[in-house]
């Protein structure tokens, strides 16, 4: 990374801004909502099972385990005070910031093959870090909400930069076996993350060839998977369900119905997407074992993909387009303080992408790495279904590339300054300092 004292000073932007979000998470958020990893972890410690009710049916595999694990663990030391989440969430924060940190910098070495940013990099670096840490959305989530989107966040970008410093040290024996244990815990935090390891299939393929590239990914997600066997396992012990979770049926079908834009709400953005049911059909559900309401929802999705194909390909564009960019009715299901924040990130994220989007012509092939993650994403996740902090992921990398663009911009314009002040002194294009054959 750069210089030990820009590091110190970066460590210590990190924790005094965590510091401050932390204080003002106990003082003004004291009771942050709780999603289904939170109703899971209780039922855990007050029934012994990782399990919640869904659809008038007790299940155990309707979400994935890692975050229910580590809050049923704080829980049951520090006792039930879902602020206490709220710490973990910003202390995953300010370790997925120092991680970041190092990503960034590596990401700008690569993308700034000519050196024209050198000087400016730490600057950057700390630029994005700060963008990340003040992050509305992220902070919101941090601050308020029982929810892994943290964890999500900094388990994607650990196995990011597990790719990236091994390949500057130009592929060490033990990098499969790393690589392979973060996609295990990748397995059982979200699968959408495995677009993490699209940045070791493209630099793998640069230095040995698809063939290799084919064959050592293989062998990571064969590590994965069996550290994930377990879970799989118990899974089919439970519910008879073969997969990480039972949800992916119900999912793929919701993400696919005409009557939303391919997210959990309706298009009036107030109704769930289980309205679409009858209360007839609802009904049945109750009745239905677990595997059987996957076998259900996998029926209607069938159905609909047999049946009107150009309406589910028209909803997979719809939700890649929202992925980018923001659903109709977003932030209706956000208290009011986020939806008076919301127009104010919607109007920053524009600015951030489309100057990210320069990035590609100022740097060509430099930001292949950056844009395979951030598009690997979009194009996987709408395979299922698009909220907008899906893609809140990969907002920290749109961040780097726009603060890149815009110092190559300001640099290329000081570049060319000096030339305009040397023809108006008579040193034009026939000069001799300015010939480029002299």
């Known amino acids: 990374m750069f210089p030990a004292t820009d590091r110190r000073r970066l460590l210590g932007m990190i924790a005094a801004i965590t510091l401050l979000k932390a204080a003002a998470a106990l003082a003004l958020f004291r009771h942050p909502p709780t999603w289904e990893d939170g109703r899971m972890a209780m039922n855990l410690l007050e029934h012994g099972g990782l399990f919640l009710s869904h659809l008038g049916t007790v299940n155990y595999t309707l979400q994935f385990p890692t975050y229910a694990l580590l809050i049923a663990g704080t829980y049951r030391l520090f006792g039930v005070h879902p602020p206490l989440m709220s710490l973990v969430n910003l202390a995953f924060s300010a370790v997925a910031a120092w991680i970041l940190a190092d990503i960034f910098d590596r990401l700008l070495r690569r993308l ?3 050196g024209e940013l050198e000087a400016w990099r ?3 670096v700390t630029w994005a870090v700060l963008a990340f840490l003040l992050h509305p959305f992220l902070s919101y989530y941090a601050m308020n909400a029982v929810h892994p989107l943290l ?3 900094l388990v994607f970008y650990l196995a990011v930069r597990l790719v990236l410093v091994d390949d500057d040290r130009g592929g060490p024996p033990d990098m499969i076996w790393r690589l392979g244990l973060a996609t295990g815990l990748i397995l059982l935090t979200r699968t959408t993350l495995l677009v993490a390891l699209l940045p070791f299939v493209v630099l793998t393929a ?11 990914t293989a062998i990571v997600l064969a590590i994965g998977f069996v550290i994930s066997v377990p879970w799989l396992v118990r899974n089919y012990r439970l519910g008879r369900i073969i997969g990480y979770t039972s949800s992916t049926s119900e999912i793929l079908w919701k993400g696919a119905l005409a009557e939303s834009e391919g997210s959990n709400y309706l298009a009036d953005g107030e109704r769930l997407y289980i309205s679409v049911l009858s209360r007839a059909e609802r ?4 009745t239905m074992s677990v595997r059987e309401q996957s076998d259900f929802f996998f029926a209607r ?17 719809r ?5 980018f960019w923001f659903r109709r009715a977003v932030g209706n299901e956000y208290g009011a303080l986020m939806r008076r924040v919301m127009p104010l990130y919607m109007g920053g994220y524009a600015v951030v992408l ?7 012509p100022l740097f060509g092939r430099g930001v292949l790495l950056p844009w395979t993650l951030i598009v690997g994403l979009g194009l996987f996740q709408a395979a299922f279904y698009v909220e907008t902090r899906h893609r809140v992921v990969i907002e920290p990398l749109l961040i780097l590339l726009a603060l890149a663009s815009v110092a190559a911009l300001a640099r290329r314009r000081a570049d060319r300054a000096p030339r305009g002040i040397a023809s108006a002194h008579g040193h034009g294009p026939g000069s001799a300092d300015n010939d480029p054959d002299t």
């Open 112 to 114: 700034d093959a000519a």
């Open 122 to 124: 730490p600057t950057l």
């Open 151 to 153: 964890l999500d966040l």
């Open 206 to 216: 640069r230095r040995r060839g698809w063939r290799r590239a084919a064959t050592t």
């Open 283 to 286: 009904a049945r559900l109750a």
């Open 301 to 317: 999705y069938a159905t609909l993909v047999r049946e009107t194909p150009g309406q589910v390909a028209r909803l997979f564009a």
């Open 319 to 323: 939700k890649l387009r929202n992925f």
């Open 354 to 360: 489309a100057t990210a989007l320069l990035s590609i």
